[in-house]
């Protein structure tokens, strides 16, 4: 079976009986079979998979189908399905069973997608690699010796490699945005709010979205437009009216953009990246669009500032794991004390043991003030910083990342090296706005290069029409 870059594609192969929507699960889950050593699936759905594709499939002969049937999607280990296991990645919940579906997979479910499984991550969210998970790394499937990013990998694997369609990602400091550019696919982190947080694994919970991976701008638009929305279970859930995205990407219109000077100055940007980028700003302005540079002083504030905060919040919110309600409990028990301390050894891996006990320094009596409530001030400067901005512009663009995917186990010695991939993404968290990175190109190894848009909260539509036109010029 081919393969196919947008849902509109398949629905119509399948109004024309080319294919149906078994047919498609049966393709996908040989490419998982196949593809295994990538590592990309945790849990396959097979049996259901296939049992609700040929529901599905009887409901589209009838007229009665959901928008998005014949979507296959995948879900990152963060992300609850009913009745069936979510880990997030960590021994510490590795026989955990959820006793409810997040709202982002309810409202995917009844618009007649399809789930297929559960995908591969780094540990609660934490990581820029897929590395720092119990079950192993994610390996990209343009090189196998490369890294696919993280913390989303397997979920971008998953896409990368068609094992599905679709797949949910989460992203707090940009786990969506830097392993769809390192796989060289569609990668949107929505503004803060927008899609509901219930039935995610909280890392941490004021930087939190979940985002989407897709092949083409089409797709993202379409399930955004389903998922997102207000949701009476999470009470940070924004009210505001969902748009149709898909029906806006037809605009074409001139936009003032700005990029960022001290981004393409850092020692940290890699050639390649760096030419792509200078390449794209020159294609702008020939499509009409007025690129210029903008000064923000604030960029070597934002990944301590995004560290500082986040590791204060996973410490708070991982302090649930504690042996004694569920999960890992220890064997290795002599009191209270041992329980507890031995339970969560045994059940995290190094890299979140390093950030939960970095977060509870800073937010202990003695360094609050110093860390924590610094660092808040910090954050509020950056978003102010950058909603000027884009009060004046229509989009920031910024590289995706500052390298490339990098060898497997090149930066296991040093947490510091990892942390910097993070480094043109951390921007939008922090200011809780939307942005998308999108393919521009590949370097001297042929691994992709994506480029990072930016635009004002709930501008998604924008955001999407913009990107779409600026792939179709690639």
């Known amino acids: 079976?081919?393969?196919?870059?947008?849902?509109?594609?398949?629905?119509?192969?399948?109004?024309?009986?080319?294919?149906?929507?078994?047919?498609?699960?049966?393709?996908?889950?040989?490419?998982?079979?196949?593809?295994?050593?990538?590592?990309?699936?945790?849990?396959?759905y097979s049996a259901e998979a296939l049992q609700k594709a040929d529901i599905i499939d009887r409901k589209i002969k009838e007229n009665k189908a959901g928008k998005l049937a014949g979507l296959i999607f995948g879900i990152k280990d963060l992300i609850c399905y009913q009745d069936h296991k979510v880990s997030g990645a960590s021994k510490i919940l590795q026989n955990f069973e959820s006793q409810f579906s997040a709202t982002a997979v309810e409202k995917l479910l009844q618009e007649d997608a399809i789930l297929i499984g559960r995908q591969n991550c780094d540990e609660f969210g934490m990581g820029s690699s897929n590395e720092n998970s119990f079950y192993g790394p994610v390996k990209n499937a343009l090189d196998h010796n490369k890294v696919a990013g993280g913390s989303s990998g397997g979920s971008a694997v998953a896409v990368q490699a068609d094992m599905c369609q679709i797949s949910l990602g989460t992203d707090t400091g940009g786990s969506v945005r830097q392993p769809a550019a390192f796989c060289g696919i569609v990668g949107l982190k929505p503004t803060y709010s927008r899609i509901s947080r219930w039935g995610l694994l909280a890392y941490a919970s004021s930087f939190d979205s979940i985002g989407i991976f897709s092949k083409s701008i089409e797709d993202n638009a379409r399930v955004l437009e389903v998922i997102a929305g207000k949701d009476d279970k999470d009470s940070t859930s924004s009210s505001k009216a969902v748009p149709i995205?898909?029906?806006?990407?037809?605009?074409?219109?001139?936009?003032?953009?700005?990029?960022?000077?001290?981004?393409?100055?850092?020692?940290?940007?890699?050639?390649?990246?760096?030419?792509?980028?200078?390449?794209?700003?020159?294609?702008?302005?020939?499509?009409?669009?007025?690129?210029?540079?903008?000064?923000?002083?604030?960029?070597?504030?934002i990944l301590p500032t995004y560290y500082i905060l986040t590791t204060a919040e996973v410490s708070s919110n991982l302090s649930r794991y504690d042996g004694i309600r569920y999960g890992h409990r220890s064997s290795e028990v002599t009191n209270l004390e041992s329980l507890y301390k031995n339970s969560r050894t045994e059940g995290f891996e190094a890299e979140a043991r390093r950030r939960i006990m970095l977060g509870t320094f800073v937010l202990s009596a003695d360094y609050y003030d110093a860390y924590f409530t610094k660092a808040q001030k910090a954050r509020k400067l950056i978003k102010e910083a950058t909603e000027k901005i884009l009060s004046e512009y229509d989009f920031i663009i910024i590289p995706t990342t500052p390298t490339t995917a990098f060898d497997l186990g090149e930066h296991s010695k040093s947490p510091i090296e990892v942390y910097m991939a993070d480094l043109f993404t951390v921007q939008a968290s922090i200011s809780g706005l939307p942005a998308i990175s999108v393919p521009v190109g590949k370097d001297d190894n042929g691994m992709p290069i994506g480029l990072q848009i930016i635009s004002a909260a709930f501008q998604e539509a924008k955001l999407f029409a913009f990107s779409r036109n600026l792939i179709q010029n690639i």
Request: hydrophobic share 35%; with cysteine; charged share 25%.
């Open 1 to 44: 079976m081919k393969s196919y870059h947008t849902l509109d594609e398949i629905q119509r192969d399948i109004r024309l009986e080319v294919t149906s929507c078994r047919a498609l699960v049966e393709h996908y889950l040989r490419n998982i079979k196949s593809h295994s050593e990538l590592n990309a699936f945790v849990e396959v």
């Open 245 to 301: 995205y898909s029906q806006s990407l037809e605009q074409k219109n001139t936009y003032k953009v700005a990029y960022l000077q001290e981004a393409l100055d850092t020692e940290a940007l890699q050639p390649e990246i760096k030419a792509a980028f200078e390449n794209q700003i020159t294609e702008l302005q020939k499509a009409g669009h007025t690129v210029e540079a903008v000064n923000f002083p604030l960029l070597d504030y």
